[in-house]
């Protein structure tokens, strides 16, 4: 694997254009040191053993300081190439958390991005519907952003559609992240659509449902118009039907009553 590595680099430095190829190429050889056979005695080592940590974090930096050096000379170019190793190296980190959350074929692991590129030449892989496998999509990018603290940069480069149960899947998450980034700058009005969109995923997580009701609990104690109080837990009551919900809703339909009444 070494030897493709090379070459990946290689084609990358003679030709800027090919480091986005490079990427997912040379993640996913990083991925597999330690079976790669060419890192397990090197000669010049002479019997010494191999550090593989620090072996991983020197391909890294290598990997890294070619990305940086678009920063300066093509901010659009260095922001998609940041895209494509996020995505990757998310996933790996997954992987490193548990075995069966990434793409392994014939006892090669995969990035997403080296298994989208040759997807067409591999056998089927089945993955299944859980947010790790939505890395290894169309929207893997727009994801991985999310999950990194990124949500405004998931929202600009998210795909216009999904395609199959996953991508919906991957269309929920980033809809999710962009209703929270909505309510994080208490813009309650433009968190209504995702959060729509994001419902089903909602109502399977326990720690979405805590997240937003943290979040509108917040949107709520600086509101001071009465009548956008109301609409407002209405709106969180049909988004999360929570118990928080349903505390603020009854008090604001109190507070209804005593609005109408008053002369």
Same mark, same amino acid.
């Given at each position: 694997?070494?030897n493709? =590595?090379l ?6 430095? &003679?030709k800027?254009?090919? !480091? @986005? ?17 060419? @890192? ?16 991983? *974090?020197?391909? %890294? ?7 940086d /050096? ?14 494509v ?10 992987? +490193? ?5 990434? !793409? +392994?074929? %014939? ?5 997403? &991005? ?5 997807? +067409?030449?591999?056998?089927p @892989? ?11 999509? %169309?929207? /893997?990018?727009?994801v ?13 480069? %998210?795909?216009?559609? =999904? &395609? /199959? ?8 998450? !980033? =809809?999710? $992240?962009?209703?929270?980034? $909505?309510?994080?700058?208490? *813009? ?12 089903? /995923? ?22 001071e118009? !009465? *009548? ?23 008090? =604001?339909s109190?507070?209804?009553? @005593? ?5």
């Amino acid at each position: 694997m070494h030897n493709w =590595a090379l070459v990946s680099y290689y084609e990358a430095v &003679n030709k800027p254009v090919m !480091v @986005v190829n490079m990427i997912g190429m040379w993640l996913t050889c990083v991925a597999n040191l330690e079976r790669d056979t060419a @890192v397990e005695d090197p000669i010049w080592l002479k019997n010494r053993s191999l550090d593989l940590y620090q072996l991983y *974090e020197a391909l %890294n930096k290598i990997l890294e300081d070619l990305i940086d /050096g678009f920063k300066d000379r093509d901010i659009e170019q260095y922001q998609s190439l940041r895209d494509v190793y996020r995505q990757d190296t998310i996933a790996l980190r997954l992987r +490193e958390e548990d075995n069966n959350k990434g !793409v +392994e074929i %014939n006892g090669l692991i995969l990035t997403p &991005n080296c298994y989208l590129k040759y997807t +067409e030449s591999l056998p089927p @892989v089945d993955l299944p519907q859980e947010i790790w496998a939505t890395l290894y999509t %169309n929207w /893997g990018k727009s994801v991985a952003a999310c999950m990194d603290g990124n949500p405004e940069r998931g929202i600009k480069i %998210n795909p216009p559609r =999904a &395609n /199959g149960t996953l991508e919906e899947l991957a269309a929920g998450l !980033v =809809a999710y $992240h962009e209703g929270c980034f $909505h309510l994080q700058k208490l *813009e309650w009005k433009k968190a209504i659509e995702p959060l729509k969109l994001a419902q089903t /995923g909602i109502k399977r997580s326990s720690q979405w449902q805590t997240e937003i009701d943290t979040l509108c609990e917040k949107q709520l104690d600086i509101m001071e118009d !009465v *009548e956008e109080k109301i609409n407002f837990c209405q709106f969180w009551y049909k988004i999360l039907d929570s118990q928080l919900s349903r505390k603020y809703l009854l008090g =604001a339909s109190q507070l209804c009553k @005593v609005y109408l009444t008053r002369p």
